[in-house]
Structure formats: C-alpha cells, structure tokens
C-alpha cells in the first residue's frame, strides 16, 4: 500500500507510450486491477493520466489486494471488461505480472502474456503479445 513517505506513483517507462500508441491505433484499451483501495488507485490514475486512456477501468475492491478469496481477473475484471465493451474473451490481449491470473484468463479464451514485474509492460513483451496474439487468430 502507498503511504506518504513513499516514492510518488510512476509508471513503467515504456508503459504510457504502448498504451498510447494502441489509443491512436483505434484499440480498445482496459485495465483490471485487484486493490484494498480503488479510491486510492483510481486518484493516481488521474494524477499520472490514466483515466483518459482507458476505454474501461476495473478496480475491484480486495482484502488485502492479493488474497486468494477476492475478486480474480477471470471471474469479475474480464467478465466485466467483456459486458463493458462487447468484445468477445478470444478478441482482447491481456498482460499481467500474476502468473496465475495469466494461466486463469487464458483458460477463458484470451490471449494472456505474463510480464516481469521489475521490467513492466515495455516494447519487447507487447511485440511478444501481439505476435502471439495474432498466431491466436489464426487457429
């Protein structure tokens, strides 16, 4: 959890941009987050920007924002993300640091790529994502 005396919130250097980029592409563009305090999230993500690049926000409260009985990427975020913007689980491309919400989502039909958690989202992993993606489509 954040607290004052902690580094201001900051995004991964790559991140903004790849989100951008799929703004201008015309993506559809959503994120799921699983925290103690969404009011808390949600305010850094206007602080660095966020909220008007994403065509839908989930966060879904939790515990403790990693316990095993709280919301879960596959049964409430994407569910969700799906009835929010009509596109079908097989359509979205979906990044986490969580394995196990990456090996859980990609048992719904979406194409999941796990990400480094010291690296972030960057160049290198969205390539990969959309490489495997687009062999995903072609089955």
Avoid: W
Wanted: charged share 20%; glycine share 6%; with cysteine.
């Amino acid at each position: 959890m954040y607290s004052p005396g902690d580094d201001p919130p900051a995004m991964y250097p790559e991140a903004m941009a790849i989100i951008d980029a799929c703004r201008q592409h015309k993506m559809v563009v959503a994120a799921a987050s699983r925290t103690p305090t969404p009011e808390v999230t949600r305010a850094f993500m206007q602080k660095l920007g966020l909220d008007q690049r994403f065509d839908n926000i989930q966060l879904i409260p939790a515990a403790n924002g990693y316990d095993a009985h709280s919301a879960q990427k596959d049964r409430c975020h994407l569910p969700n993300i799906k009835a929010a913007t009509g596109y079908e689980y097989d359509a979205m491309l979906f990044f986490d640091d969580e394995r196990g919400n990456v090996e859980k989502v990609s048992q719904l039909g979406v194409c999941s790529v796990l990400v480094s958690s010291h690296v972030g989202l960057c160049l290198q992993t969205f390539r990969e994502g959309l490489v495997k993606y687009a062999a995903q489509q072609r089955r």
